[in-house]
């Protein structure tokens, strides 16, 4: 079974606008990690976040964390259309060398 | 340079079938695994490798056998292939393992089963 679940499944949005995408876990982990994956291409990292850190930031995005209520959100500010593709969530299970993926985010952003 | 790369991109074979993919890393990661993406886009790890030593096998059936000649490379092998084995497989390497850092992606292989 799925480790990670995301909401929304589709998000549809403008440029310019802000998308946000929300994983929650099962489990105890050490790390969250989220990636990106354009269509017909493998998946990108784009940041990770300690399960001792409760927000982080890189570009455009900002992760934060939740391990009290299992659960992660992703938000681009000021999307692009260059922005679109799917987004994953994944979590390493604790004591476990496994990294887990969400059911994924698809992204859409017009121009 | 292509960090992970995977060959051949495109596998369209009849049910029956033998077939292999091969993965190559030049980044000096000690760990590569397999990754199964299916219609849906979930992926699902199959096996991962730690400089050589199989260290992850999922419930995956023994039709799938992955074999890594040097902790550069890691093939996977595919007998009497079946319908719902269409998907693409990636290949991923990391230094040090999943819960230490990330992952960097191949970018996949499709396999379409006839």
């Known amino acids: 079974s799925q480790q990670g679940e995301e909401d929304p499944q589709a998000l549809s949005i403008q440029e310019g606008e802000n998308a946000t995408m929300n994983c929650s876990y099962k489990t105890s982990i050490n790390n969250l990690q989220w990636y990106r994956q354009n269509s017909g291409r493998g998946l990108v990292h784009l940041i990770l976040?300690?399960?001792?850190?409760r927000e982080k930031h890189s570009g455009r995005l900002r992760v934060t964390l939740d391990t009290s209520k299992k659960s992660s959100s992703l938000l681009i500010t000021a999307s692009r259309a260059a922005d679109t593709a799917s987004y994953f969530c994944?979590?390493?299970?604790?004591?476990?060398?496994?990294?887990?993926f969400g059911t994924g985010t698809r992204l859409q952003v017009f121009p | 340079d292509t960090a992970v790369s995977q060959t051949p991109k495109y596998l369209v074979t009849q049910m029956g079938n033998d077939k292999s993919i091969k993965c190559e890393q030049n980044l000096g990661h000690d760990t590569m695994y397999w990754y199964k993406q299916d219609s849906k886009k979930f992926l699902k790890i199959m096996f991962s490798y730690n400089n050589k030593e199989l260290i992850i096998n999922e419930t995956v059936p023994n039709r799938f056998s992955p074999k890594s000649p040097d902790k550069a490379h890691l093939n996977l092998h595919i007998n009497s292939l079946e319908l719902g084995d269409s998907a693409v497989y990636f290949c991923?390497?990391?230094?040090?393992?999943?819960?230490?850092?990330?992952?960097?992606f191949g970018e996949g292989s499709r396999l379409t089963v006839l």
């Open positions: 991923a390497s990391s230094q040090g393992g999943a819960s230490t850092g990330e992952l960097f």
């Open positions: 976040i300690r399960s001792n850190e």
């Open positions: 994944a979590t390493d299970i604790y004591n476990t060398d496994k990294l887990i």
